[in-house]
């Protein structure tokens, strides 16, 4: 088997993108300035009083600083503080002490001087939410390969939602290997959601990416990822955090005709083929980290993965979508009216549908799609 290729991937998240704010160009800069002087002296001519040049005071330093580059706010200050001082000296005659009058020009300057700092200081934090934000992102692609991943075997597109939009890595995870025994798929939904479920995601990640190459047979992968959440739990108690499991999925795909699949506690899959959505029959196990208090062994199902059909595994985020008066989405109703949608854009179309079915209201879990499309050519 060759080893798992990554294409090329476009990320579901805005979020993964972090973006700085784009200044206005300097052309446009001073068009602006120019226009609304204009607009506040011809104001302030027709009021005869320079009151009118607290809009500009207000307006001009203190938007500069929020959108514009720093030498850009100094110029819009620089304006600002120039235009108010010359009014003050050009129409002495009409009205107003000096003392009101310096004080005007002073209030301009202080505001302009203000303005620069503050720009400063945004930029400053901007830098370092786009540092912080670019290492994430980074993180993100080893701990959670960007999607699709191809292998001899298989075609596995996705979307990835953490139910918190501004994290990028939450409860839900997945993973696909190409081993010496074919490609092993992995998708799961660590108890919890959000950041404090992302170190037992970290734990069964790398326990997989390990022992998918080292383990013949899933049975004794799946040991190797329990064994990886319970160690994880004894960490958890040592530092006073909470102990967790993780509900699974891990499927064996390889030349045959037929798949493995070990549920450990998770959603079912469903296959598509033929027109037909169907569930594989299956036991459901117990989660990672729970396999001590089991009585049975860890059992491997194998099924009929026909070449062209496409697998559909998710986490609950998909399974307990609810509609605004309660009802549960209806996922084996809605693949197959998905049916002739494309394996690689059938999770954004599902996510979407979902999205829709609740009302576009606030999710609450995290929310994870894979598509597993057979190659449509076996030996």
């Given at each position: ?20 704010i ?8 001073v068009v ?62 009409e ?19 203000t303005?620069?700092y ?10 370092e ?13 080893h ?12 075609l ?18 997945y ?9 092993r798929?992995?998708?799961g ?41 319970v ?38 899959p ?84 979902a999205?829709a ?23």
């Open positions: 088997m060759t080893g798992t290729h990554l294409l090329r991937t476009r990320r579901s998240r805005p979020a993964h993108a972090p973006q700085a784009e200044p206005p160009g300097n052309a446009e800069l602006s300035v120019l226009a609304v002087t204009v607009l506040v002296e011809l104001l302030g001519a027709l009021s005869r009083s320079p009151v009118w040049l607290l809009g500009l005071l207000v307006f001009l330093p203190g938007t500069a600083s929020a959108l514009c580059t720093v030498r850009q706010t100094r110029f819009v200050s620089a304006w600002a503080t120039l235009v108010v001082t010359l009014t003050v000296l050009l129409r002495h005659d009205g107003g002490g000096w003392l009101d009058r310096t004080l005007l020009v002073l209030f301009t300057l202080a505001l302009g001087t303005s620069v503050a720009c400063e200081r945004r930029i400053r934090r901007e830098d939410m786009l540092r912080l934000r670019s290492t994430a992102a980074a993180m993100q692609r701990i959670l390969r960007p999607l699709p991943l191809v292998t001899d075997d298989v596995v597109n996705g979307v990835y939602e953490p139910v918190q939009e501004d994290r990028l890595v939450g409860g839900d995870i993973d696909v290997v190409a081993s010496p025994w074919g490609t798929v992995l998708i939904d660590v108890q919890g959601k959000g950041l404090a479920a992302v170190g037992a995601a970290f734990a069964v990640i790398g326990a997989f990416r390990e022992a998918a190459h080292r383990e013949s047979t899933l049975t004794a992968l799946v040991d190797a990822l329990d064994t990886a959440v160690r994880h739990n004894s960490y958890a108690e040592q530092t006073g955090d909470d102990e967790r499991f993780v509900t699974a999925l891990i499927i064996g795909v390889d030349d045959g005709p037929e798949a493995q699949l070990v549920n450990c506690g998770h959603v079912p469903w296959l598509m083929h033929d027109a037909e959505v169907t569930t594989p029959p299956l036991d459901s196990g117990v989660p990672l980290g729970l396999a001590g208090l089991a009585a049975e062994p860890t059992t491997v199902h194998w099924f009929d993965f026909p070449a062209g059909s496409t697998l559909l595994l998710g986490t609950d985020g998909l399974t307990e979508t609810r509609a605004p008066d309660g009802a549960f989405y209806p996922v084996e109703e809605r693949l197959t009216s998905h049916l002739r949608v494309s394996p690689t854009k059938l999770p954004r179309a599902l996510f979407e549908d999205r079915f609740t009302g576009h209201d606030s999710r609450h879990d995290d929310f994870a799609v894979l598509t597993v499309r057979r190659s449509p050519h076996l030996p």
